[in-house]
Structure formats: structure tokens, C-alpha cells
Antibody, heavy 116, light 106 residues
């Protein structure tokens, strides 16, 4: 079964760093781009950025460029989304997705709460 | 950036109804359009890609049409499970989602 399994919910304080993960299984990880999508509570979906695990080529939405870092470790079929200094406005649900025609596989989501 | 305008934002309907959701792109995206369904508390699910191709396992009551800048998602004979939120998404130039359409019970 093709699936993306994300790391668990996080509660952090402003200024802290965070790394959330997305482990792929059931397909050849290096053959597909992986993306990250943000959904703030009660709001719509926003594409953040993508990574190609084969060579770690990375692209960012202008809205998120410089705000997050996306990476992948092909040796363990895992993609990452990281923040160096969280803000309260980073509170949201984050999904990793496999990019094919559209986003055909979604992780279950990781909730990030940033509060002092 | 390509903008996606989805309408309506809310749609009231009854079980068995046929409903249509529209998505308009700010520039031509050919047929690089997908539709997603999102149930409360769950990740979105791909329904349709390339504007009209049904994803495997998706019921045939869902259909998509359009090209260029105008697209529609049609749900024939609404089922109780269909009263959730739907998003369009262009993937001609990176990715942009529409703002979503919530289908609610009339």
C-alpha cells in the first residue's frame, strides 16, 4: 500500500525550532516529488514547497520562501519540514503529499501548535 | 501567480440532488486541474485530475469538465457522505488551490 506517515502532533513555544517528518512506503521514493501543504484552522489549503528526493532539488512557494526548510533523506524514505524559529502564526495542520497528476497521496497530517 | 476562484463558497443541497461547483483560473492552465474532497478532521482526497480523469476508486457520480480557465465538478445524486468540502487546484505552474466549497444539507 502506498502511504505517507507523518510524525505526531507538536506543541512548541515561539522562537523554538521544529522538524516534522513524512515517511513514505509502498513506492519508489526517489521517483516522485514530495510536497508540503499548510491548512490553518478553518481555512483552505496552501502549497508550501516541494523536494525531489533523488537529488534534493527543492522549490518553495514565495509565501514560504525563507520561512521554512524542506529536505529529504532518500536512505530512509523520509521528507522533512523544519522551522528554525517558530511564530504563533505557524500554528496549523501540515500535510505531506506525493506529487503525481495532482497530489495523489496525502499524509495524515501533523498539527503544530505554537503558544507561549 | 495563477489565482483560482472557486464558487460558490457554500452550497445547500439535498440527498439525491445533482450539484455543480465551478473553478476559474486567472490564466489558461490547459487541463492541469485537480479536484479534492476533504472530510472534517481528515486529509484531502484526490477525486479528479487532468480536469476530467477520475482517480481510481472514486465513485462514478463524480465528474469533472473544462479546459483553459473554466472548470466544473459535478456530483450526480448526492449521497450523505458527500456533504463535505471540495477544493480545486491548478498544477500548470506550481500549485494553487481554490478557496473551497462546503456542500451542506439544505
Amino acid at each position: 500500500e502506498v502511504q505517507l506517515v507523518q510524525s505526531g502532533a507538536e506543541v512548541k513555544k515561539p522562537g523554538e525550532s521544529l522538524n516534522i517528518s513524512c515517511q513514505a512506503s509502498g513506492y519508489i521514493f526517489t521517483n516522485y516529488w514530495i510536497g508540503w501543504v499548510r491548512q490553518m484552522t478553518g481555512k483552505g489549503l496552501e502549497w508550501m514547497g516541494i523536494v525531489y528526493p533523488r537529488d534534493s532539488d527543492t522549490r518553495y512557494s514565495p509565501s514560504f520562501q525563507g520561512q521554512v526548510t524542506i529536505s529529504a533523506d532518500k536512505s530512509i524514505n523520509t521528507a522533512y519540514l523544519q522551522w528554525s524559529s517558530l511564530k504563533a502564526s505557524d500554528t496549523a495542520m501540515f500535510y505531506c503529499v506525493r506529487l503525481a497528476d495532482g497530489m495523489d497521496v496525502w499524509g495524515q497530517g501533523t498539527t503544530v501548535t505554537v503558544s507561549s | 501567480d495563477i489565482q483560482m476562484i472557486q464558487s460558490p463558497s457554500t452550497l445547500s443541497a439535498s440527498v439525491g440532488d445533482r450539484v455543480t461547483i465551478t473553478c476559474r483560473a486567472s490564466q489558461s492552465i490547459s487541463n492541469w486541474l485537480a479536484w479534492y474532497q476533504q472530510k472534517p478532521g481528515k486529509a484531502p482526497k484526490l477525486l479528479i485530475y487532468k480536469a476530467s480523469t477520475l482517480e481510481s476508486g472514486v465513485p462514478s457520480r463524480f465528474s469533472g469538465s473544462g479546459s483553459g480557465t473554466e472548470f466544473t465538478l459535478t456530483i450526480n445524486s448526492l449521497q450523505p457522505d458527500d456533504f463535505v468540502t471540495y477544493y480545486c487546484q491548478q498544477y500548470h505552474s506550481y500549485w494553487t488551490f481554490g478557496q473551497g466549497t462546503k456542500v451542506e444539507v439544505k
